[in-house]
């Protein structure tokens, strides 16, 4: 396995919005074709409407925006809202080093990490394997659970 790559995190400005849905389509579109739910217009407007930028974290390598990801700082948890690597850059240890470091301070704040993933996504192994365990199952996604501990 490769070393993990650098990273910088950035805070978005409004005008960043249309940019981040369109990553977040590149990255969705396989695994909602592969259940024949993808609608471009739908995979937008989730983002779009719901754009916070307090929220919301830009991830650049070399000064390029390559993803992003949003979580929501909760009483009693952390919610990862969404997660976000364009798929060029997917598979080189990025996603998993980003996903560590929120794990970490979701852990620091005595929290857990909750997220929710389109069930039959390749990101539902992801998910599993940094140690989130299932809480329950809708009809179309997985929701998941990472201890705010390490034991």
């Known amino acids: 396995m490769s070393p993990p790559m650098n990273y910088q995190l950035r805070t ?38 719901t754009f916070d930028p307090t929220a919301t974290r830009e991830i650049l390598v070399n000064e390029e925006r390559v993803g992003f990801f949003v979580v929501r700082r909760l009483p009693d948890h952390f919610y990862l809202d969404h997660l976000y690597i364009a798929p060029a850059h997917q598979g080189a240890g990025l996603g998993s ?17 909750r997220l929710g993933a389109l069930k039959f996504s390749p990101s539902n192994n992801f998910y599993v394997s940094h140690g989130f365990r299932l809480e329950r ?9 990472s201890p705010y501990s390490e034991a």
Do not use: C, T
């Open 12 to 49: 978005p400005q409004s005008e960043d919005a249309e940019a981040l849905a369109n990553i977040r389509v590149q990255a969705m579109r396989p695994s909602l074709e592969a259940i024949g739910r993808f609608d471009e217009d739908r995979a937008r407007r989730r983002i779009l409407v």
């Open 97 to 113: 080093a980003v996903l560590r470091e929120l794990i970490h301070e979701a852990r620091v704040a005595g929290k857990p990490m």
């Open 137 to 145: 199952e809708e009809e179309w996604d997985n929701y998941y659970v």
